[in-house]
């Protein structure tokens, strides 16, 4: 079983946004919420960033006919700003997910989160983890992933992004997809918090980030626990190996693990959450894009 197995907006324009999510959005009142099956959740308020300063809201986003809803948040009245792209959990497109775009939006980037699951159903009226998976995680193809974030990347540089600028980090589910898109596309840098490195092939996950070393673009820095029980360490030395025989941009990757933190030690609104980690974590992913040029 994978690890993803284991496991506010002020403003919202709802123009062509899906009815689903702006009624989901419009009732929460605080952005997006929070799927049933990443409960329970942690002791202690889940962290909430202030949005004063910049332009955020739910963006739609165009590609050939079909609306893609995602998360846009950035300084107000900037253009031609750095870009991150922000990628979710297997929880969806939920509060913590839109609160760390406002995080990067804090620190002068354009940071843009698509709703990557949209197709396929929305997390949050899922109180079950493996119904979760079963029908909605497992049904996304990583190709149909690929192409949106490619068109979010686009809609970015229409509207007030440098896309000579972008980077990418994702947690869990998302972690594996900064791998995967750090080798498809040509972006600055790369942050995967937990994300799996290796796994079986299938019809909707042809390939792993261990078979993409050859085809890195970008290099990624690996944020990993060293307590997490779906992603064993062998697997981050198997991965280490096979970066130092790939491309340049593999061989400039990092991995830092922290000892004692589980899977999910970014994730302030669950149990996993550990608050040294997660802040150093954060501080690294900030300098590994600024070390890249983003």
């Not at 947690?171 to 596309?185: K, M, N």
């Not at 307590?227 to 970066?243: Q, R, S």
Request: with cysteine; charged share 20%.
């Amino acid at each position: 079983m994978s690890s993803e197995n284991l496991i506010v907006a002020d403003s919202i324009s709802h123009t062509g946004l899906s009815r689903r999510r702006a009624l989901q959005t419009v009732s929460l009142g605080l952005g997006v919420g929070y799927s049933l099956a990443a409960a329970p959740l942690a002791a202690q308020t889940a962290i909430k960033t202030s949005s004063e300063g910049l332009n955020v809201g739910m963006v739609t986003i165009d590609i050939n006919g079909v609306k893609l809803s995602a998360y846009r948040a950035a300084p107000a009245g900037k253009t031609n700003l750095p870009v991150v792209l922000v990628i979710q959990e297997i929880f969806g497109l939920h509060e913590y997910i839109t609160d760390v775009a406002n995080r990067f939006a804090q620190q002068g980037y354009m940071a843009i989160a698509p709703d990557l699951f949209e197709r396929q159903g929305d997390p949050v009226q899922y109180a079950e983890m493996a119904k979760l998976i079963a029908e909605v995680v497992s049904k996304v193809p990583d190709e149909q992933v690929i192409k949106d974030l490619d068109a979010t990347v686009a809609w970015v540089g229409k509207n007030g992004g440098d896309t000579s600028r972008v980077a990418i980090t994702g947690f869990c589910w998302g972690g594996r997809i900064t791998w995967l898109y750090a080798a498809h596309a040509k972006i600055k840098a790369g942050v995967a918090w937990y994300g799996r490195l290796v796994g079986a092939s299938n019809a909707m996950n042809p390939s792993h980030p261990i078979d993409k070393v050859a085809q890195l673009n970008a290099p990624v820095l690996g944020l990993y626990g060293g307590k997490d029980t779906g992603i064993p360490l062998d697997t981050v030395e198997k991965m280490k190996l096979a970066l130092a025989g790939g491309s340049l941009a593999a061989k400039m990757s990092e991995f830092v693990i922290y000892p004692d933190a589980p899977h999910a030690f970014h994730a302030d609104y669950r149990p996993s959450y550990r608050e040294d980690a997660a802040k150093d974590g954060f501080a690294k992913c900030l300098a590994w894009f600024k070390k890249h040029g983003v």
